[in-house]
């Protein structure tokens, strides 16, 4: 939450809920958000539920809502997805490769990225341990995700085919998501598989 949220959510819980708390919490995620945000903004399960009911708010799953004012994401799975793993959480691996547009193949699951010290119980979430740095994740169409750079290193590493990996570099390059240094850079910090199908990709 941004810090204009956190004032706006200090103001509402000493005196009433705010909306514009509640609204800077969702605008960011495509008009979804938990119940721990809206708790921040002052609004309790109860006045949540008298919403919902109203129809100003619709319930999406345990423990998230969506805003709707907002129209429906295209990408609602993996929205929803990213606020269930967590605050630190993002989508990453094959889910991040389809929501770049690198891929044509959609995983079973929605791969997420959690921290190493997560929970690692989240029905129909595929998720993975690891460090995020700050310069690792990027927000797209409202969906926390690792970058274009990131969710390469990741699919090279787990294994991807070859074939695979260096169509998501080509795409990436052509469209523009990325430059062949950004890429390098990262292939020299991560190593390994990455930089082996770089160098083939840019020959």
Do not use: C
């Amino acid at each position: 939450m941004s810090k204009q949220a956190i004032q706006y959510a200090h103001k509402a819980s000493a005196d009433s809920p705010s909306e514009d708390a509640l609204y800077l919490a969702a605008e960011t995620r495509a008009g979804y958000f938990t119940t721990a945000q809206a708790a921040e903004a002052g609004y309790s399960r109860a006045l949540l539920a008298h919403h919902a009911a109203a129809g100003n708010l619709e319930r999406v799953d345990h423990g998230i809502y969506r805003l709707r004012r907002y129209p429906e994401s295209p990408h609602a799975d993996l929205v929803v997805a990213s606020l269930r793993a967590g605050d630190m959480a993002a989508v990453s691996h094959g889910s991040a490769l389809a929501l770049w547009g690198l891929s044509d193949i959609l995983p079973g699951e929605v791969h997420v990225t959690v921290p190493r010290t997560a929970s690692r119980r989240r029905p129909g979430l595929r998720l993975h341990t690891g460090t995020l740095e700050e310069e690792d994740v990027t927000e797209r169409d409202g969906v926390r995700v690792t970058t274009v750079e990131r969710t390469i290193a990741d699919v090279a590493r787990s294994g991807l085919s070859d074939e695979l990996v260096l169509q998501a570099i080509d795409e990436a390059l052509g469209r523009g998501l990325t430059t062949t240094s950004r890429l390098r850079e990262y292939a020299r910090k991560r190593g390994g598989r990455m930089r082996s199908l770089l160098q083939r990709a840019l020959r």
